[in-house]
């Protein structure tokens, strides 16, 4: 690993460059012939010849050693004991050139050492060598160990990482079964937990005592707690919580056990009640992705409210964070953290305007716009570009498509398609753009094609089962999945979904509701639709698609009616509770703003 030749304090900023290249070069020549040299330090018997002056500017450490101590100023060898010659060896080389080769088999006794000689810029960059090495295998360790020498960043960085990745720890790590009851109850009752129910913290919880049942199991009352068990199904929590062997044998449990109960009966009473979260045994975890829903068609005009989804509790959330002018028909892509919503139409006029929406900073700004105005456009985000494709521009339908460079703020013309298409969906998927259905101005089409950046070339597929316009077009697994839509004569329920594999349709389960020009998006591992027009009226019903059970399930409605919407997901949001129904409920509780 390369090192760069500047320091850095430990806010990350730049301190300046200490010596220009060529005078590294130069020092470093120097010391290793051994010329105008007026120190040696010994190291395991083993003596490196450097100038005081160098080793002082590269740590205080170095520096109070050679002005301070009278002994080592008079004295030309200094002994340093507890760190072996390999390693003072790379700190010597650091403090010359200001580069070190980190790797595996050395970092855990060189950041150690770093850190004991005060030398901040190798402990930060042997800090960052390890949030790059992080994985489900050792995160524990490399967050044990950042918190044992007070390494904030690093902390941070691999606490987040075991969070997130948590299912994964639990099921490939050693690391996870040798923490100490107290780690264990820290990170199961974290709100950070990410965790698709809370089946999976229990059967986390068991994965710990199992491993050393006999002097384990007595820690099950405490660590109970930090499921939360109101949010458990009765069925579950009756059979699999209150009847397992651990718990039903310890008399200290009961009076968790018998609180659980009276509150799983309460809310079975009354499924409408809503969900308390200062109850600890119901407190939602914090989303690990936010869906965001923007713009659309409401009550006879477009809309500019954006609302975003809590998977973990279930709830929708109006922002204010609503951009300055509405629009519907739109595209919304999420790229690097920043929601970017490109053509659409307010009632009036045909947008070829992309404007960019920064959930950090709640600030609006305007991209480049494309090169063509597009109503009904698809959109979707490839390798770090986003594609806007067809649509109508208030005179015909488009069969153009064209591709945006966020680094570049710039707009480029691709090859068109070999279908003119509005009112279709886009989605990628390995490496290419599948577009499906959509309206050429005759008739509602059911032909799907596919684009390959490598080669700037469209290729047509297998023809949906079904024409679909206003239809949903997702990823999903390993295929492609198209929803709803409008055939000429009404909205569907139906779905199908495409493999590659065998350039083949096959029909899914029907959804709830019929629907046409509505959001989705895969967001905790499974397919959301999202309002849209049933044939009668807009609607603001959400159901979500769990290809592992080939079930569809009703979720929570958005708190406003719309069609002709558009969706995005954002995962890892720094500021993700602005955007929960926790933060969100507290505020409006307080009185306190949001923004």
């Known amino acids: 690993m390369e090192i760069e030749n500047y320091e850095t304090n430990t806010n990350g900023r730049e301190l300046g460059k200490r010596f220009s290249a060529h005078s590294c070069l130069v020092f470093d020549e120097l010391r290793r012939f051994g010329q105008l040299c007026d120190a040696v330090i010994k190291v395991d018997h083993q003596e490196f010849p450097i100038h005081r002056a160098i080793m002082s500017a590269s740590s205080p450490y170095f520096r109070a050693l050679f002005t301070n101590a009278l002994d080592a100023v008079e004295k030309r060898e200094v002994e340093i004991p507890g760190v072996t010659a390999d390693i003072m060896q790379i700190i010597i080389d650091y403090a010359y050139t200001r580069r070190a080769t980190i790797d595996e088999k050395n970092v855990e006794c060189l950041l150690p050492a770093a850190d004991q000689f005060l030398v901040h810029g190798l402990v930060k960059r042997c800090c960052d060598f390890l949030a790059g090495e992080l994985e489900a295998q050792n995160c524990i360790g490399i967050h044990n160990f950042a918190r044992h020498y007070f390494c904030p960043n690093l902390e941070r960085v691999s606490y987040r990482y075991l969070m997130h990745n948590f299912s994964e720890v639990v099921a490939t790590s050693n690391e996870y079964t040798d923490l100490c009851v107290e780690d264990v109850f820290e990170i199961l009752s974290s709100d950070d937990l990410n965790v698709k129910s809370e089946e999976m913290a229990f059967a986390a919880l068991l994965s710990w005592i199992d491993y050393d049942s006999e002097n384990r199991k007595c820690h099950i009352p405490g660590l109970l707690r930090a499921v939360r068990l109101g949010l458990l199904s009765t069925q579950f929590f009756v059979e699999k919580v209150k009847a397992h062997p651990y718990i039903k044998d310890n008399e200290q449990c009961k009076p968790l056990v018998i609180e659980t109960l009276k509150f799983l009966y309460d809310l079975d009473m009354d499924e409408d009640k809503d969900l308390d979260i200062t109850n600890p045994l119901a407190r939602p975890r914090v989303p690990h992705e936010v869906m965001f829903v923007v713009g659309g068609w409401s009550g006879g005009s477009p809309t500019n409210i954006v609302e975003t989804y809590d998977m973990r509790a279930d709830k929708w959330i109006v922002c204010d964070t609503g951009d300055e002018g509405p629009r519907a028909y739109h595209g919304t892509v999420a790229i690097d953290k920043k929601i970017y919503v490109a053509g659409g139409f307010d009632g009036v006029e045909y947008f070829n305007s992309v404007r960019c929406f920064d959930p950090v900073t709640k600030k609006w700004s305007e991209a480049a716009p494309m090169n063509a105005k597009r109503c009904y456009v698809s959109t979707a985000v490839l390798r770090g570009c986003i594609y806007a494709m067809g649509g109508y521009d208030g005179h015909v339908r488009l069969n153009t498509a064209e591709q945006y460079f966020p680094g570049r703020n710039q707009w480029t013309v691709i090859a068109p398609m070999n279908h003119q298409r509005s009112d279709a969906s886009a989605t990628s998927l390995n490496g290419k753009i599948y577009i499906c259905g959509g309206f050429n101005g005759q008739e509602c089409l059911n032909s799907s094609e596919y684009y390959d950046p490598n080669t700037n070339q469209w290729t047509c597929f297998a023809p949906m089962r079904n024409r679909r316009s ?54 905790d591992e499974m397919i959301f639709a999202i309002g849209g027009f049933n044939g009668v009226t807009t609607i603001f019903n959400v159901e979500c698609f769990d290809r592992t059970s080939e079930e569809w399930f009703d979720a929570t409605d958005m708190n406003i009616y719309r069609s002709a919407l558009s969706a995005c997901v954002i995962n890892g949001l720094p500021n993700v509770h602005d955007y929960t129904h926790k933060e969100s409920k507290l505020n409006r509780e307080t009185g306190k703003d949001e923004d």
């Open 470 to 523: 206003g239809v949903g077009v997702i990823s999903y697994g390993d295929q492609i999945y198209a929803l709803g839509g409008f055939n000429g004569a009404a909205r569907m329920n139906t779905g199908e979904r495409y493999s590659p594999l065998t350039d083949t349709w096959q029909t899914i389960p029907m959804m709830y509701n019929p629907r046409s020009n509505f959001g989705i998006e895969v967001i």
